[in-house]
């Protein structure tokens, strides 16, 4: 099982598209109660989480908690790994990267998310800079492209130039970016598609949000019901509640046809997220 844990929404960016809506001035983070229910719950599953993946905001603001965090868990399966989401904006020199990973406990891989969103903040020299560190001190490197527009291929070349396997990810109308009027240009899932016989790609994982607790989505019911929906968020005090949970059940045992013909659906879909929100804000 992979668990996901997001630090903080402190950013040293604010890209439009932010699904988190995290942010220079976002002072929201994990509590130490928070991160002794964290703590509480990996040593209960020690033996099933092969992998933690820290998340923000941006990671590197929060390596203190990450050490934290992980000197907190007694006992860790032998293929344990750690994996950290950055935007590489801390990358500015080789030392620097020496200097920001000689301060983790402990990483196996990286993911960048670099694109025509992140690009602002962030030079492609650092991300030059972070690839090579990664490839000779031996972390596994991968990137996290947003697709936003056709520049998207501009940046999967960038990777694809370094060796880096980058993950080609649709624009998602969720946190900052639902709040955005511009138009991406995802494509609507027709009616006949093999995306529709697909479950949530995320049911298999729990992550836990400051302020918020566990879920399993980091998606539409995570970030988005604030904004378009008077339903609560899809978050729970324990992983015991969640999987319990009536639309946990209806995920991990439906595919997306099969939870379409259970709703009054409107007009199109860009995402399966799409069709679980209406879902969820139809059945709760
Ligand atoms: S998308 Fe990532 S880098 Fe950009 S503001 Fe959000 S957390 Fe920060
Ligand atoms: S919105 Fe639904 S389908 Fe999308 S990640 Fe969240 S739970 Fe899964």
Do not use: W
Not at 169 to 190: C, H, M, P, S, V
Not at 210 to 238: Q, T, V, W
Request: charged letters at 20%; glycine letters at 4%; proline letters at 3%.
């Amino acid at each position: 099982m992979k668990f996901g844990i997001m630090l903080g929404f402190a950013c040293n960016a604010h890209c439009e598209h932010c699904t988190t809506s995290s942010g220079p001035g976002n002072k929201t983070h994990l509590t130490d109660f928070e991160k002794s229910k964290i703590a509480s719950f990996f040593n209960e599953n020690a033996k099933q989480i092969h992998k933690v993946v820290f998340s923000g905001g941006e990671p590197f603001l929060y390596i203190d908690d990450i050490n934290q965090i992980l000197t907190s868990f007694t006992s860790i399966s032998s293929d344990f790994q750690v994996e950290v989401i950055t935007n590489a904006i801390f990358a500015s020199s080789a030392e620097k990267c020496a200097k920001e990973f000689s301060r983790l406990k402990m990483v196996n891989s990286v993911i960048i998310s670099y694109d025509e969103f992140h690009s602002p903040f962030c030079s492609q020299q650092n991300i030059l800079t972070l690839v090579k560190y990664c490839k000779e001190n031996n972390i596994n490197v991968c990137a996290s492209v947003t697709k936003g527009s056709y520049k998207a291929i501009e940046y999967v070349k960038l990777f694809s130039d370094l060796n880096v396997e980058s993950q080609v990810t649709d624009f998602k109308y969720t946190g900052r970016g639902a709040l955005l009027t511009k138009k991406y240009f995802n494509d609507a899932i027709q009616p006949n598609s093999d995306i529709l016989d697909s479950k949530c790609p995320l049911i298999n994982t729990v992550n836990y949000f400051p302020g918020k607790g566990f879920s399993f989505c980091c998606g539409h019911l995570m970030f988005n019901m604030e904004y378009n929906s008077p339903i609560k968020r899809f978050a729970f005090d324990s992983y015991a509640d969640m999987i319990s949970s009536h639309l946990y059940q209806e995920l991990k045992n439906h595919n997306f046809s099969e939870i379409l013909a259970k709703i009054k659906c409107p007009t199109t879909y860009t995402s399966v997220c799409d069709i679980c929100q209406h879902f969820y804000e139809e059945t709760m």
